[in-house]
Structure formats: structure tokens, C-alpha cells
């Protein structure tokens, strides 16, 4: 029977008890009132949650079944955990959240927008300590999900899933995380058309988090700037971004592929790991922002230029950190990467130690490079910039195959801003280059080859773990 309550909501959350919610309970649990308050059930089968539009002087919600669910006109409330079950179809009526206080786990279901609320309806939240997400197999359209538990305790995992259309009335990312939690993973997901990023996190969370074998097509819609993936590398906990695609418009966007930032200025001690993943046709291909410690491998950045003003981004690979202080510094490991047709290839920016490339064996740095640049410029007339380093630094890139027609130093620095060029900047040392082989040699044989090449144009064996090129086209082993 359902009861009128002055109690806030967070009283009604200490009346919590553990519960797990199906939706043909909530549909009897909450009857649709007369202003079309409720759990309604369409003749489709489907579910939809419609909030009140307005409550009583002095009443904050409406509690059902002893206070365990509760509508206000924010929120439907459920103190408890929420399960859906395969086959089943929940639809958020008008500007309808739901807020799980408990865990929610899902196989097989379909969440949306009822008609009419494609551009508001929000989604679910879940912010209870400990509270878990498992969802797999379902799609989501317009409506993501924001989660948070603030413990170590609980997880997120949403695999094989598919995010259609996210209008961003939930938060700025379709997955969006709001604080600290570890052991999340997102995986083999497909995102068209996010109105901003896929997944995101606040710049003062740490969210240790695998996102591995997704697609995103077409992020950031909207001239706001939103990169496909937009983690904080704030915290203790290791972030991995493996094997993931960012296709961006291919038309003048602010929308970039990959962004690990850390903006509150104290290292993480985490580290990030970026590697396998594709990214084309953005503004920016892969960057970190601030101090930390990232290994960026075997990724592919391709045309990522689409972006008015060059001076304001264009990079396949960024490393940009301008916070000061002892020991505040970013360390990038750089290996095996194809930085091609982006208006610069890579650009490193304040107090930035970059390590692409030292063949030193002897030393515990060692990094064999392999690193492919090709056609990598801007400007008119059109200039090559395959590194430009903006920093006092001195940068290590040697082994690497670059955008000019004869390996050696001569012509390399042709495409590298250096201390050569101002002597405010720090130098390159690229010397020696990935080999002899001529760039033209290097697009021929990755392009049009019926073998398995890495990215230099090699051979590699079946046991090669990496990006290869196989028959023409991009394979992840």
C-alpha cells in the first residue's frame, strides 16, 4: 500500500533492508497512480518508470513496500538489489533515474528511453559502499550508467554489451565513475554514437579499471571536448586500455580518441597501460595529461587531424605535463606504435621523461623502439612534424622508422623541432633509426602485404604478440 513520507531520502535509506527487486515485482510492488506515477507495463511487455512530476508541500517521496522503494521526483529509489532477467525491457519515462542502493546485475535485457524521452531520460546510479555491477548481453539505448561505491569492496563489469545513442543526461560519459572503486572491467562493449565519452571518471577519482575489445564509432557528437575514453590516472590502482577501436567522424571535431589525465598535480602510483588499440579519424589520437607513469605499445593512430586549429591538438601520441615540484614528472615508455596522418605525430610538452626508443641493451631501460611514423604534418605549405619536442627534456627515440625516404641523421631531423630548431627545447636523440628500409617500403608492405607483418614491415612468426597487419588489414594477437 502505497504511503506519503516527509523523511528525506537518505532516511529512507537507513531503513534499508537486503532485498533483491525483479521487474514484475516492482510493476505490482508500484502501480501506476493516476498522474502516471509508477511502474507502468505496455502491452509490448516492456516496463516503464515514470516519475512523480510534482509532490505535496513538504514531502520529499513516496515509499512502497515498507520503504524499500522510494519515488521522489528525482529518483526511483530501490533499497536493495535490482535483478533483470533475459528478455526483459525497462524504459525510463520523462527525466527517470534509477538509484540503486545495492547491487544491480542484468543478462540478456534491454534498457531505454520511453518514447518521448530519448533526449532526457538518465539511466541507473548506484553509490552504496559496496555495491556491485554485473551486466551482460543487453543493450542500452540513450540512457548509461553512473556508479561509484567509494570502497575497495564491490566491482563493475558490463561485458558483450551495446550503448546506443547516450545523451549524456546521466554524466558526460555513457559509463561514468563518480569514486574510488577497483577491479572494474569493461569488455567487448560496442558504443555508437555517445554524445561525449564512453566511459569516464571525475578528476579526483581513483578507478582502477580494465577497458579491453571495445568500440566506440563516432564519440562526442556535440562540439564539446570529450575524448572516446576519458579516465582520471588519479590514485594507486593501474588502469589498462588494451585492444580497444575509437572511430571518430572524420570531419572538424573537439572529439579525441584516448585521454588518461591527472590533474590534481600528486603522481599517481599506479601505472597505465595503453596498448593495441586503433584510433582514427579524431581530433587527437592517444594523450596523457599530468604526472604519472604510462606504457604506450603497439597502438595504431591513424589520421587524427581533424581538428580546426593545429596549435590546439592534432597529436597521434601526447605526453603533456606542466605541474612542478620534486619528483612530479610524467615517464612514458613508447614501443611498437604506428603514428601515421595525424597533424603531429608525437608531441611531448613540459617535464616529460620519454623513453621510445634505447638500444642500450645493457641497460635496465632498454626499448628496442619500433615505433613507424608516416606522413605525420600540417600547415601551409605543408610541413612534417614527427616529433616536436616542447620541452627542456631530452627525448630518447632511437630504433624507430620515421617519415622520410632515407634513414639516417640528415634527413630525420627534417621531421623532429628540437634543440636544433630553438634552443629552448631539449633534444631527440634518434639516432640510430629502426634501419635502412625506406618509408615508401614500410607503407607497401604493411598495406598491401598477403603476409603477417609487425609494424615495421617485418615478418613475424605465429607467436608475435602484438598489432600485425595480416592480408592488408589490422589483427591484434
Not at 579524431?282 to 606504457?295: A, D, H, K
Not at 636523440?429 to 603477417?452: C, F, H, L, N
Amino acid at each position: 500500500m502505497k504511503k506519503f513520507f516527509t523523511l528525506s531520502l537518505m532516511a529512507f535509506a537507513l531503513l534499508a533492508q537486503a532485498k533483491v527487486y525483479t521487474l514484475p515485482q516492482l510493476a505490482e510492488l508500484v502501480p501506476v497512480m493516476e498522474d502516471g506515477t509508477g511502474v507502468a507495463i505496455l502491452e509490448d511487455g516492456s516496463y516503464v518508470v515514470n516519475l512523480p512530476a510534482s509532490l505535496p508541500d513538504g514531502v520529499e517521496g513516496i515509499g512502497f513496500d515498507d520503504n524499500n522503494i522510494v519515488l521522489s521526483k528525482n529518483y526511483f529509489t530501490i533499497n536493495g538489489d535490482l535483478q533483470v532477467n533475459e528478455g526483459e525491457v525497462l524504459l525510463f519515462g520523462g527525466k527517470a533515474s534509477m538509484e540503486i542502493n545495492g547491487a544491480l546485475s542484468a543478462y540478456g535485457a534491454t534498457f531505454g528511453a520511453a518514447e518521448g524521452s530519448e533526449e532526457q531520460a538518465k539511466g541507473f546510479r548506484l553509490y552504496k559502499e559496496g555495491a556491485s555491477v554485473s551486466i551482460t548481453d543487453c543493450t542500452f539505448n540513450y540512457v548509461g550508467i553512473t556508479y561509484g561505491n567509494g570502497t575497495e569492496d564491490g566491482c563493475l563489469t558490463i561485458t558483450d554489451c551495446t550503448f546506443n545513442n547516450h545523451n549524456s543526461k546521466s554524466a558526460n560519459a555513457v559509463i561514468n565513475f563518480t569514486s574510488l572503486s577497483k577491479g572494474n572491467l569493461v569488455q567487448g562493449c560496442v558504443f555508437e554514437n555517445p554524445a561525449l565519452s564512453a566511459v569516464g571518471s571525475g578528476a579526483n577519482v581513483a578507478c582502477g579499471i580494465i577497458f579491453k575489445e571495445n568500440v566506440i564509432n563516432k564519440p562526442a557528437a556535440s562540439t564539446r571536448l570529450y575524448p572516446g575514453i576519458n579516465l582520471s590516472a588519479t590514485g594507486p590502482y593501474d588502469i589498462i586500455v588494451e585492444g580497444n577501436e575509437v572511430h571518430g567522424p572524420a570531419e572538424t571535431t573537439r572529439s579525441g580518441g584516448i585521454a588518461l589525465a591527472c590533474l590534481l598535480g600528486n603522481p599517481p602510483t599506479g601505472t597505465l597501460y595503453v596498448r593495441d588499440n586503433f584510433v582514427e579519424n579524431c581530433s587527437y589520437g592517444i594523450t596523457l595529461t599530468g604526472p604519472g607513469n604510462v606504457i604506450m605499445e603497439n597502438n595504431i593512430v591513424l589520421n587524427n587531424k581533424y581538428i580546426s586549429d593545429p596549435n590546439m591538438g592534432g597529436s597521434g601520441l601526447n605526453i603533456t605535463c606542466n605541474s612542478s615540484g620534486d619528483g612530479i614528472i610524467a615517464k612514458a615508455y613508447m614501443r611498437g606504435n604506428r603514428i601515421e596522418g595525424n597533424v603531429w605525430g608525437v608531441t611531448v610538452i613540459g617535464n616529460v621523461d620519454i623513453n621510445a626508443g634505447k638500444l642500450n641493451r645493457d641497460a635496465e631501460d632498454y626499448n628496442p623502439g619500433e615505433n613507424v611514423f608516416i606522413d605525420n604534418g600540417n600547415g601551409d605549405p605543408y610541413v612534417q612534424y614527427d616529433w616536436y619536442n616542447n620541452t627542456a627534456a631530452t627525448s630518447y627515440a632511437q630504433g624507430n622508422i620515421w617519415s622520410v625516404e632515407v634513414q639516417d641523421e640528415e634527413h630525420i631531423a627534417q621531421v623532429i623541432v628540437d634543440k636544433a630548431d630553438n634552443d629552448q627545447l631539449g633534444e631527440v636523440i634518434y639516432m640510430p633509426a629502426g634501419g635502412s628500409t625506406a618509408i615508401t617500403e614500410v607503407k607497401s608492405d604493411t598495406q598491401v602485404s598477403t603476409g603477417r607483418y609487425n609494424l615495421l614491415g617485418q615478418p613475424v612468426d605465429a607467436n608475435y604478440r602484438g598489432i600485425v597487419i595480416e592480408n592488408g588489414k589490422k589483427v591484434v594477437k
